[in-house]
């Protein structure tokens, strides 16, 4: 089973700050890797995929770099709205597996 | 727009069987570019992966959860199902289904994609 390692666990930021999330895999998985934001009590939902592929009707802040076994999620000029939980997610082997979140809290 | 939305008992007592059904609208479950699956969220914790089906009843499931899973398709009621059997106290959480594109290499090794729609979920306790 692939293991995908997220830093920071927890972040408190202002807004208009610039944010780094950083998703770590247990071994190489190409660009099997997508990310997603989950706001308190609601469903996830898909920010990018393959690593680097913005999905559709995600504002232009969020971007996502890497490949093999360090990724990133890259949030520009945070918006309180951004305010939320962020997990990573491999899609390379099954099973598929999920980071362990990174909560974000706009100050 | 497709839609998913789960449904299902929101309390299950410990050693019985959890049973949900995510229904599908907007679109249709038996379209060939799909597989349906289910993830569960503990309360206060991450994401788990438990299992995917596609149209033709074609599953796989996650091998911690395996020997109690059976994840079904009903293309008539556009409608996939869970069943997690001998529940207990730790299968308490919230389930979501959600849809994801697929592909087979040509080694015909199944790789799933972006889960890019989900349903709400539905909070499921296991208490007596």
């Known amino acids: 089973e692939i293991v995908l390692t997220q830093s920071p666990d927890f972040q408190s930021v202002t807004p208009k700050e610039k944010v780094t999330i950083t998703c770590r895999a247990s071994?190489?998985?190409?660009?099997?890797l997508h990310w997603y934001q989950q706001k308190p009590d609601q469903s996830p939902k898909l920010l990018i995929k393959y690593a680097s592929q913005s999905f559709s009707g995600v504002p232009s802040r969020f971007s996502g770099s890497g490949s093999g076994t360090d990724f990133t999620l890259t949030i520009n000029s945070l918006e309180a709205e951004d305010a939320a939980t962020y997990y990573c997610?491999?899609?390379?082997?099954?099973?598929?597996?999920f980071g362990q979140g990174t909560r974000l809290e706009i100050k | 727009q497709l839609q998913l939305q789960e449904s299902g008992p929101g309390l299950v007592k410990p050693s019985e069987t959890l049973s949900l059904t995510c229904t599908v609208s907007?679109?249709?479950?038996?379209?060939?570019?799909?597989?349906w699956g289910w993830i569960r969220q503990p309360p206060g914790k991450g994401l788990e992966w438990i299992g995917s089906i596609y149209y033709s009843g074609s599953t796989y499931y996650n091998p911690s959860l395996k020997s109690r899973v059976t994840i079904s398709v009903d293309t008539s009621k556009n409608q996939f199902s869970l069943k997690l059997s001998s529940v207990t106290a730790a299968d308490t959480a919230v389930y979501y289904c959600a849809r994801s594109f697929y592909y087979y290499d040509s080694s015909g090794y199944y790789y799933a994609e972006a889960f890019d729609i989900w349903g709400q979920g539905t909070m499921v306790t296991v208490s007596s």
């Open positions: 071994q190489s998985i190409g660009s099997s």
């Open positions: 997610h491999q899609s390379s082997s099954l099973p598929i597996t």
């Open positions: 907007g679109g249709s479950i038996s379209s060939s570019s799909y597989y």
